[in-house]
C-alpha cells in the first residue's frame, strides 16, 4: 500500500468553478501537511502547508481530517492557470524526508 | 539569487555507464535532497544529507552514491546505470527540517534516459 495516495484525476473544471480533492495517507504518526504544485515537465512547488485547524490562502482551502488521515484541498473560483498536477506531501520525522502521493491533475477549461 | 540548480538537465547513458548529477544552492541551506521521479508514481527519495559532510539513505538509494563536500553542492552518481533509473530527478533543498514551515525549493530536474 502506498503511504500517500490519490485520485490521479484528470478533473476536468469550467473557468470560475470550484474543484475540490482528496488525499489519504497511512501512517498515522505522520507530522506536517503540504500541497505542492507541479506544472507540465517542471519542478513541485509549495502551494500550502496544512494546518490542524485548516486554512485558507486566497482561493484555495485546505483541510486536515487526522481522525480518518485525509487531506484535502478546495479551489474556488478555478483559473486557467490553476490547470497543475496537485501534490499530496506528508512527512513522518525530524529530519524532513517528505513522502509524496503521485499528484492530482487538475484541467481547467475556458 | 538562483535558488537550486541541476546540472546537466538532459543526459542519455548507455547501459554500464557512470555519470554525476549535481546540484548547487545558494540560499544557504543546511538539508539537501534527491528525489526521482517516475510516471504514475509520487516522487521518491534516494538520499538526504543534513549538513555539510554528511548523507544518509533514503526509501530507494541502491544503485546511487552521493557526497556533499561543500555545504551548497549535492552530488549524486550512477556507478553504472541500468535501463531502470531512466527518470527524472530532482534535486531540493530547505533551511529547516520537519514542521510545516519546512518548505523544501526544487532544482528544475534532470531528465536521465538509460539505454
Known amino acids: 500500500r502506498k503511504e500517500v495516495e490519490q485520485d490521479p484525476g484528470p478533473f476536468n473544471v469550467p473557468e470560475g468553478a470550484t474543484v475540490a480533492f482528496n488525499c489519504t495517507y497511512s501512517?498515522?504518526?505522520?507530522?506536517?501537511f503540504f500541497w505542492y504544485r507541479q506544472d507540465c515537465r517542471k519542478e513541485p512547488k509549495l502551494l500550502m502547508s496544512?494546518?490542524?485547524s485548516g486554512n485558507e490562502d486566497g482561493r484555495f482551502t485546505a483541510q486536515l481530517n487526522r481522525a480518518s488521515q485525509y487531506i484535502s484541498l478546495l479551489i474556488r473560483d478555478s483559473k486557467l492557470s490553476d490547470s497543475a498536477t496537485y501534490l499530496c506531501?506528508?512527512?513522518?520525522?525530524?529530519?524532513?524526508?517528505?513522502?509524496f502521493g503521485a499528484g492530482t491533475q487538475v484541467v481547467v477549461t475556458p | 539569487n538562483a535558488g537550486v540548480t541541476q546540472t546537466p538537465k538532459f543526459r542519455v547513458l548507455k547501459t554500464g555507464q557512470s555519470m554525476t548529477l549535481l546540484c548547487a544552492q545558494d540560499?544557504?541551506?543546511?538539508?539537501m535532497y534527491w528525489y526521482r521521479q517516475d510516471p504514475g508514481m509520487g516522487l521518491r527519495l534516494i538520499h538526504y544529507?543534513?549538513?555539510?559532510?554528511?548523507?544518509a539513505k533514503g526509501e530507494v538509494p541502491d544503485g546511487y552514491n552521493v557526497s556533499r563536500l561543500k555545504k551548497q553542492n549535492f552530488l549524486l552518481g550512477l556507478e553504472s546505470a541500468a535501463p531502470s533509473q531512466t527518470s527524472v530527478y530532482f534535486c531540493?533543498?530547505?533551511?529547516?527540517?520537519?514542521?510545516?514551515?519546512?518548505?523544501?525549493?526544487f532544482g528544475p530536474g534532470t531528465r536521465l534516459t538509460v539505454l
Open positions: 531540493a533543498s530547505s533551511y529547516s527540517a520537519g514542521g510545516p514551515k519546512n518548505e523544501q525549493f
Open positions: 501512517n498515522s504518526a505522520s507530522q506536517s
Open positions: 496544512v494546518y490542524s
Open positions: 506531501v506528508v512527512t513522518t520525522d525530524s529530519w524532513g524526508k517528505l513522502q
Open positions: 540560499m544557504n541551506h543546511e538539508y
Open positions: 544529507s543534513v549538513g555539510e559532510g554528511t548523507t
